[in-house]
């Protein structure tokens, strides 16, 4: 029996959509994504010069998007935050929005040696960031009657299980996230605004190199990508990959594909989970031996 009814083009159809930590990453593969199933997307990042390059790549990627743009965005600043869900209002109003910007501080480390300031930076960062793109939402959701909206917010497996190789302020703030995206989640069940926290597994990409211009300077400094700081020390990189049951780290897009999920109707029953995508690696006690299980093809890079 035919299916009934306009057929939607894009799982994303109609959405108005916010991604932060647009420039690289886990937020790079979203907005390729994101504007393939048909949302409008608005990109942003702290980063300039990277938010260009990868607003050509969406661009590029997907020339028949419904609508991309950028705009440089500190997360930490609610002013800020605010109005980049405030410049989607003549778009019709926020509809999803992926908070996903988030540091991993070099000097971050155990509870002895952790800086104040690199503890206070990461939280301003990953803590309050999520907070005001989760306040920004709401108030935009309300102002513009929608009965629905997603917010994703990218929390971590370090929020779940504990890392031998500390990272405090990391793990206290994605632990935050985590705490804070299931509050909401009950919070608004009943106004139709869904909150869900995304918990990956370390993940193996390359963002395209960063620039050294002011702004930049803080991320330069701040985010290390994980491959980059494992470089080919082996030993180092074993110990990761070991707990791993596909023998592999996961890949950028493979998170992107569950924030689809996430963001479309599709997960209208799905809310307050901790989506964990790390290939079964907090489930595992002993993983398997042998070459491990292929990985999928990034797209934007
Ligand atoms: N890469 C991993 O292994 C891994 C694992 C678990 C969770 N995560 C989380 O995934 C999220 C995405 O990170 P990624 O892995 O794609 O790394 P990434 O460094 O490639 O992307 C993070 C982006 O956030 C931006 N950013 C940093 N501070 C910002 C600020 N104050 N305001 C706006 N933008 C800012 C950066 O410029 C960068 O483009 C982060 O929250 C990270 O903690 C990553």
């Known amino acids: 029996m035919a299916l009934e009814g306009p057929i939607a083009r894009g799982r994303l159809q109609g959405k108005n ?5 647009a420039a690289g990453g886990i937020g790079l593969e979203t907005s390729i994504l994101f504007a393939r199933e048909g949302a409008s997307v608005l990109m942003a990042d702290i980063s300039n010069l990277s ?40 778009w019709g109003g926020t509809d999803v929005i ?5 540091i991993m501080h070099p000097n971050d480390a155990d509870a002895i040696d952790t800086p104040e300031e690199v503890w206070d930076l990461t939280h301003n960062i ?28 990218t929390a971590s ?10 990272q405090l302020a990391y793990t206290a703030s994605k632990g935050a996230v985590l705490a804070m995206t299931r509050e909401l989640a009950i919070v608004h069940a ?13 993940l193996k990409y390359s963002t395209p ?12 400094d701040s985010t290390p990508l994980l491959q980059d700081w494992l470089g080919d020390d082996m030993a180092k990189r074993h110990r990761r990959e070991v707990h791993f049951p596909t023998g592999r780290f996961g890949e950028a897009i493979e998170q992107a594909h569950a924030v689809v999920f996430l963001a479309s109707d599709e997960s209208s029953f799905v809310n307050g989970t901790d989506f964990v ?10 993983t398997p031996e042998g070459p491990p299980a292929a990985a999928p093809q990034s797209l934007g890079r």
Request: hydrophobic share 40%.
């Open 17 to 21: 959509a916010i991604i932060t930590g």
């Open 51 to 90: 938010l260009e390059r990868a607003l050509a790549k969406v661009k590029e990627l997907v020339p028949d998007a419904p609508r991309v743009e950028a705009i440089r965005c500190d997360i930490s600043k609610e002013s800020e935050v605010q109005a980049m869900v405030e410049s989607q209002d003549s």
């Open 98 to 102: 992926f908070n996903n910007a988030g």
């Open 126 to 153: 990953n803590v309050k960031g999520v907070w005001f793109g989760s306040k920004h939402a709401v108030l935009s959701l309300r102002r513009h009657k929608k009965s629905k909206g997603s917010i994703i917010n």
């Open 157 to 166: 497996v370090v929020a779940l299980v504990g890392s031998a190789t500390p």
């Open 190 to 202: 009943r106004e139709g605004f869904r909150f869900n926290a995304l918990c990956p597994a370390p």
């Open 209 to 220: 190199p960063r620039t050294s211009s002011q702004s930049d300077k803080l991320i330069c």
């Open 277 to 286: 995508v790390d290939g079964g690696m907090t489930k595992a006690y002993v």
